[in-house]
């Protein structure tokens, strides 16, 4: 019987063996990456820290790695893309600039950061106020410089030891005096992206207003004119993206809701800010003071316009202290390298007409700094300069042909709605978003994955080309202790 | 014939299967007809009848044992929305099985027998770190049904049966992995389902030697697990404290299945059957595990399935070429019970279209039965918006194909 049953059955198994290999289902052919219309075998990214893999207030060795150029390039190679090469900082360096790390929460939740000060890639002669980090001479295909605006493009010295410290980290010593529209001008791609801009609104944003400036959009649209003429004047193909409106990161939107909910508890009803810049002359006047009613502060459903940057959260944790003068302080520190000699801590109170016995935050005397907050009349500047950026932007690339990965509606839908990659829920909240980086500016290597798979849906659109997009999930967000 | 047997045999087979018919239903019940198409309500083959139409028992001519196995071999491709990487199935073979006893006078008017087969079950175990893992990383269904049988002939053309059918054994192993901000953990949902009780009822009419139909109704069976074992791993330290149950119950639907079956016998060698199978799927709104304590902040979590009914149409014959060989074939078109944009891992499903052979051959009182199918499942794409338009977000978006090969045999001993 059981040899009857072998023999009946070893031809069936081999049959079955047949059968198997014919029964495996192939998608393959279905999905081939295909480069569409597009030579992706020099691909040059131009940008900015966004473009350098920045993220968690630092530029460090797997913020490189999990930049949005570095994971485009990892999918162009599936359709003929070429080597990719970054500046990457080398082991025993590889936490770059420093950067932040979560270290935990506090009783009440909320989030303990602190700096990444070891395996730094800083150089002797650097000091904390003006670093400077091993240098990177080979030639390199991610141009992303943290810190630039389009508005230092055609700055001469800007890649010099007085200049911006990464764009200097990449700038050989026989071209010292390059600029960077130079160096774009002679990298030569086949194909490029182009995210430059942000820093024209965002380091006055960042600044409640009080410093930095708007870049003019005369200039603005000169310069987006010259580097978009510079890429494709060998008749390069790419990529543009507009710039984000900021006051939908976490860096605005995460400190204000908690401090009205602190405010409507203990029933108060306004606090007082100052707006503008600080009077740094002997002749000036004090900045003006402008009461905000707790109302109208920002919560996190969006109800509200008030927004308070992430740097005021040990502030308004001060709200209402008499004898308090820590925010003041802090402001005169920051602005003393620019001030006369004369402007002693004391005087510079005065010039502001500050008196730090007072409640802080809740007098006149001692109100809440403007480097702290973005009051809706300062927000529609910024909004309005953004809404005029992009429009150049968008214009230039319509006259060149170029595809566009449109930031602004695409983060502002993020801020609204989150976004799910392969069923995992991602949002625009601090920390447990998995979007947004610990400096609530700077995405998370799973924000960059989502960019670099919105620009693959942007220029195989415009292109005809099909380069798969990388599977958002495979990166981290926020980093746990 | 003692049920602690026939229970222990299923044990020594595993009772799993990817999915046979639609949804996770699996219609493997008799060898003969596993080579026709799946076909059986309006005849009266053999023992298997007890499955397909009890009422058709009292039919059977003879009475005897018979016990199948099936050899169930999907092989399955994923390709994620924008993806280019193709995943496939960590390859399993399970084997649902069937077996039957019918007893009776040889002349009398009735029958008595017993059966015992896999109606349900699924088995599938998704690559490594494949793009749906927080959806599903592995699934293993099982059931047992037991059914001690009876059919009477109420005359020599009309004959009806029922029998009561046990869910003896019931099983669910689901495991996925859990996103966190900078790694997965995993959650494995281990549990037994409740013995419950349905029947199995039919009715089979032969007006004449060359036609006989037939009606049959399995009722639902809800599948309970009280209790079932909650397992985390690799949830590290930061987030541990988020992840405390170690309880759940959870409910699945065995639907209800009300089948027409059509025997046509030109002649004494050439049976043919024609069968509509129609598959209460709707009752499967939801599926809903309850915790004892949190995972993640919840103590439950509920998934939306929001099946539609199904109708299966099958066709097949058998041509007995000598008096010992018969050889069989047959086919199906099996609708899916997903609808758009609600498939998820655990059934990757749509319509199913299957080929089938077979043969048997007797000497004396054995018998030996082979059958193969072949299985296509029509590829089947769901994108990120139908996603989001269904609620639905919780799975993933991609496309989906599998193929499935079942080869089977069977023995069978009468009286």
Partial sequence: MNTFLFRKSAPLVALLGLGLSACQPDLENDVKPSAGSVDFSRYIAVGNSLTAGFSDNGLYLSGQQASYPNLLAGQFRQAGGGDFVQPLFQAGQENGSGYLRLAGFTSTGSPITANVTTSLALRSGATAARPLYTKYIEPVNNLGVPGIRLSDIETVGYGSTAGNPYFERITPDAQATQTYLARVAASNPTFFTNWLGNNDVLGYATAGAAASFLTPIADFTDKNTKVINALTANGAKGLVATIPDVTNIPFFTTVGPAFKATLTTNNVPAVIITTGGFNTSLTGTPPTRRTIATSTIRDASGNGVQLFTLTSSPYVALFGRPNNGKAWRDVYNQARPSLPAVVTLGLFLQLQGVDTTQAFGASNGNPIPSTLVLDDTEQATVRSATTAFNAAITAKANEKGLAIFDANTFFTRVASAGIITNGVTNTASFISGNLFSLDGVHPTPRGYAVVANEMIKALNAKYGARIAEVNPNDYIGVKFP | ?415
């Fill in chain 2, 1 to 415: 014939m003692d049920s602690k047997f026939l229970l222990l045999a299923g044990g020594a087979l595993l009772s799993a299967t990817v999915a046979s018919a639609g949804g996770y239903q699996v219609t493997l019940a008799g060898q003969k007809n596993n080579g026709m198409g799946g076909v059986g309500v309006g005849l009266s083959l053999d023992q298997a009848a007890m499955f397909y139409n009890p009422g058709a028992l009292a039919m059977v001519r003879d009475r005897g044992v018979q016990v199948g196995v099936n050899f169930t071999l999907a092989r399955n491709a994923y390709v994620a929305e924008g993806g280019s990487q193709q995943r496939e199935l960590r390859n399993s073979t399970v084997t649902p099985f069937n077996l039957y006893a019918g007893f009776g006078p040889a002349e009398g008017k009735f029958r008595a027998g017993i059966a015992v087969y896999t109606p349900f079950g699924s088995k599938l175990q998704y690559a490594n770190g494949w793009e749906g893992r927080t959806s599903l990383t592995d699934i293993t269904l099982e059931s047992i049904y037991v059914q001690p049988t009876f059919s009477y002939a109420i005359t020599d053309k009309l004959s009806i049966g029922a029998g009561l059918m046990i869910l003896a054994y019931g099983s669910v192993n689901l495991q996925r992995d859990i996103p966190l901000p900078d790694s997965f953990g995993h959650i494995e949902l281990d549990g037994k389902a409740e013995n419950k009780v349905g029947y199995n009822a039919g009715i089979f009419f032969k007006p004449s030697e060359k036609l006989s139909v037939g009606i049959s109704h399995r009722s639902k069976i809800d599948a309970q697990v009280k209790g079932g074992d909650v397992s985390f791993t690799n949830v590290t330290s930061s987030f541990a404290s988020r992840f405390e149950a170690t309880k759940f119950d959870a409910t699945l639907p065995l639907p209800a299945t009300t089948s027409l079956g059509l025997g046509i016998m030109p002649n004494e060698k050439l049976t043919i059957g024609l069968d509509v199978n129609f598959v209460q799927w709707s009752k499967y709104r939801v599926l809903r595990f309850d915790f004892d304590k949190q995972v993640n902040g919840s103590t439950f979590s509920e998934s939306k399935r929001y099946y539609q009914d199904a109708l299966t149409f099958r066709v097949g014959g058998q041509y007995k070429l000598t008096s010992g060989l018969t050889v069989r074939a047959g086919g199906s078109y099996d609708a899916t019970p997903v609808k758009d944009g609600y498939v998820t891992p655990e059934t990757p499903d749509n319509d199913r279209i299957s080929g089938t052979l077979g043969a048997s051959y007797s000497f004396g009182k054995f018998g030996l039965d082979i059958s193969g199918q072949y299985i296509s499942i029509k590829k089947r794409t769901q994108t990120t918006q139908d996603l989001l338009n269904n609620g639905t977000t919780d799975r993933i978006a991609g496309t989906y194909k599998t193929n499935i090969v079942i080869p089977g045999l069977g023995l069978n001993y009468n009286f």
